[in-house]
């Protein structure tokens, strides 16, 4: 797939890796829609995006909500007169122990902490997948592509038994969207950054980010335009799919 015929939707385009996945592909001439529910966020990548060869349109829209994703694809499909690809990059943290001992009890996990990360990091995704991959079904697409933004803490991190848990999911759906979709033309695979300098590693404590620092063997953050990279190739390499790429510097959780 080249990419410059690209038509796409890249949700959580607002910042981060989504943000510089929807930046990338307007300048290497790809037309997509940017979707995430920070309004603000969206405008500032609208407005950097200005000049690109492609064109960046964008949405705001909530992954978990059924009835906004089968509208915003809908809506995609008209604004791009077509749509080949989906980039899932949407996620949040919300970490916390499963159980720690306080002085008098025993702090749990809080359900709704549970769910919101697997609301957006998994349900999130199926949602976008399906009405995507229905879509391309329906008009016959011939070449299709979905991406999911995994991360290497799926194989497991303490404090983040949700996060771990929703890219782990993931990437079993991303093997086995694979399977399904093949026969049909679209190829699913997926990218797993280590630590990547985003927001969403911002909002980490210090301690934190030391700790996991030091399972990476090349002893550095990564940059969001190196996961990108991830991307092109998969966009590029047609002979790709079933298969989650870790860029992480070695890190192993």
């Not at 009890?105 to 809080?110: A, S, T």
């Not at 999911?169 to 679209?186: S, V």
């Amino acid at each position: 797939m080249k990419l410059g015929d690209v038509r796409a939707i890249v949700t959580g385009a607002a910042s981060g890796i989504g943000r510089e996945f929807a930046l990338q592909l307007a300048r290497s001439g790809a037309n997509l829609v940017a979707v995430d529910v920070d309004a603000d966020g969206l405008r500032s990548v609208s407005r950097e995006a200005e000049g690109a060869s492609g064109r960046l349109l964008t949405a705001q829209l909530d992954v978990t909500r059924e009835d906004e994703v089968k509208a915003g694809v809908e809506d995609a499909v008209a604004r791009l007169e077509g749509l080949d690809t989906l980039v899932n990059c949407a996620g949040i943290l919300r970490d916390g122990l499963l159980v720690a001992p306080e002085e008098e009890w025993v702090r749990k996990l809080p359900t709704a902490q549970w769910k919101a990360v697997i609301d957006t990091n998994l349900t999130g995704p199926y949602l976008m997948a399906r009405e995507v991959a229905a879509s391309m079904l329906r008009r016959r697409v011939r070449q299709g592509l979905i991406v999911n933004v995994s991360s290497v803490t799926s194989k497991g991190n303490p404090g983040q038994s949700n996060y771990s848990a929703s890219k782990a999911g993931l990437d079993a759906l991303t093997r086995t969207w694979a399977l399904e979709l093949a026969p049909h033309g679209i190829r699913v695979a997926g990218i797993a950054p280590g630590l990547t300098d985003t927001p969403m590693l911002a909002a980490m404590s210090p301690e934190q980010r030391e700790r996991l620092l030091e399972q990476v063997p090349l002893a550095r953050v990564g940059t969001t335009e190196e996961i990108w990279l991830a991307l092109e190739f998969i966009i590029r390499c047609d002979y790709v799919t079933a298969r989650v790429i870790d860029v992480d510097g070695g890190a192993t959780f």
